[in-house]
């Protein structure tokens, strides 16, 4: 324990402009092979990582932190929460993750992004460093709106890229205004049949200008027509939210209609269409904690759910972990539980660090996610294995920062502490 103390506090004490660090003695899970180097010195300057050398020197001038021979993993990814954008679930001036308006599916999450919520600080010092957030059902259905990927930096400003993903959900009770899921469907491939229809006409009545014809309306005039047409030009995926193997298989033939990205989240009976999925190169973004139905939607659910989609072919990445409420509410504990029920269950060690690290940056497109040179120097000193939940973070640097790694809950503890 005191060396736990020490370790926080050393970190607390490194100054926020730091240009270089040290972390020495690590058992550094670089992300680049299935085994961790060991007794490694990890070099970091400039917000990159210089080196990651076993038995390495330390730079003359660099902050140092001594690992102690425990792991050190890059910082972790949560595929999908909605950190900063909810902080107590029962009071609406804390909640801003959906929209009323019918007239647009372009609902933008990072414009309500707030930093100083504790549940971001709670997250941080659990490890998470980046994490996808996405809104709920708004009422264009079945479009949620636009998805971010936030940084948990020290500060208010957590924006680290805007309108990453194309957010929709489709299952059972998800748009009561549709009613049936064939109707969800149909008004999804509609509104993608539309925008490519009208992105055509624009093209053809541009060439038609040029030889002084009238010219076609712009696209995007409509209501989330532009939105989606960065979905159809492969800018970004289309994330459907959805559980039921049929909706998934649904979302195959989408993807190969169309010719677009599609990312599965959810997916509790992903592993019945572990095939298609492959085949189509469809990620998904699962909780491997879900072993009962929450709903008819997930009557196949099972917690190896991540290792058979593996096996497949399937790049998974771990999000909504814990269920409606421990998505948020314990965004980081709940992705390190969901990581170590999914070894439990079949999935190789390395495995689950790349469904926490490397694999939800590469589905939501921004690439990183590991200990390697000229790397993004995002990562988290462990006093034990980062999937265990009784482990601490001792140590959190983002973007080649040392940041507080103390939550509301370290506060308070210390602050009652010695009352009798």
């Known amino acids: 324990m005191k060396v736990l103390v020490s370790l926080i506090a050393l970190a607390a004490a490194i100054p926020a402009a730091a240009q270089t660090l040290a972390v020495t003695h690590a058992e550094a899970w670089t992300m680049d092979g299935a085994e961790p180097v060991r007794d490694a010195t990890i070099v970091i300057a400039d917000g990159k990582v210089v080196s990651v050398t076993a038995g390495g020197a330390v730079p003359e001038g660099a902050t140092v932190i001594d690992a102690r021979g425990k792991p050190v993993t890059p910082g972790l990814v949560n595929g999908a929460t909605q950190i900063g954008l ?4 029962g009071s609406g001036d804390t909640r801003d993750q959906a929209s009323t308006d019918e ?5 933008d999450v990072s414009r309500a992004l707030n930093g100083n919520s ?4 709670l997250a941080r ?23 971010s990927i936030a940084r948990l930096r020290d500060g208010v400003d957590i924006l680290d890229a805007r309108d990453v993903a194309v957010y929709a959900v489709i299952g059972g009770g998800a748009w009561d205004k549709l009613g049936s899921r064939a109707s969800q469907w149909s008004v999804l491939r509609k509104a993608l049949s539309d925008a490519k229809r009208a992105a055509a006409a624009h093209e053809d009545g541009e060439k038609r200008g040029r030889k002084g014809e009238h010219r076609g309306p712009p696209p995007g005039r409509r209501g989330g027509e532009e939105l989606i047409r960065t979905v159809l030009r492969g800018e970004v995926p289309l994330a459907i939210q959805t559980h039921r193997e049929s909706d998934i298989r649904q979302a195959a033939a989408l993807a190969r209609e169309f010719g677009i990205r599609v990312v599965i989240v959810g997916g509790a009976e992903a592993w019945r269409a572990a095939d298609v999925l492959a085949a189509a190169k469809i990620a998904v973004v699962l909780d491997p904690q879900v072993n009962l139905p929450a709903t008819f939607d997930q009557l196949g659910a099972r917690q190896d759910n991540a290792a058979l989609l593996t096996r497949a072919g399937v790049t998974v990445a771990i999000g909504q972990a814990g269920g409606a409420i421990h998505s948020n509410y314990n965004a980081g504990m709940g992705l390190r539980e969901g990581a170590g029920i999914a070894v439990a269950n079949g999935l190789s ?18 690439g990183g996610g590991t200990l390697t040179p000229g790397g993004e120097a995002d990562l988290v000193v462990w006093d034990g294995d980062p999937l265990e939940p009784s482990t601490n973070a001792t140590a959190v640097i983002i973007e080649g920062r040392a940041v507080s790694a103390r939550s509301r809950q370290d506060l308070l503890a210390e602050r009652y502490r010695d009352i009798r």
């Open 125 to 147: 010092a659990d490890g998470v460093t980046r994490a996808l957030i996405y809104p709920s059902p708004s009422r264009f259905a079945p479009f949620n709106g636009e998805a």
């Open 103 to 107: 007239r647009n599916a372009g609902f």
């Open 349 to 366: 060690y390395v495995q689950a660090l790349r469904a926490v690290t490397i694999n939800p940056l590469s589905i939501w497109g921004r």
């Open 118 to 121: 504790t549940l971001v600080s």
């Open 86 to 89: 909810v902080e107590v679930s």
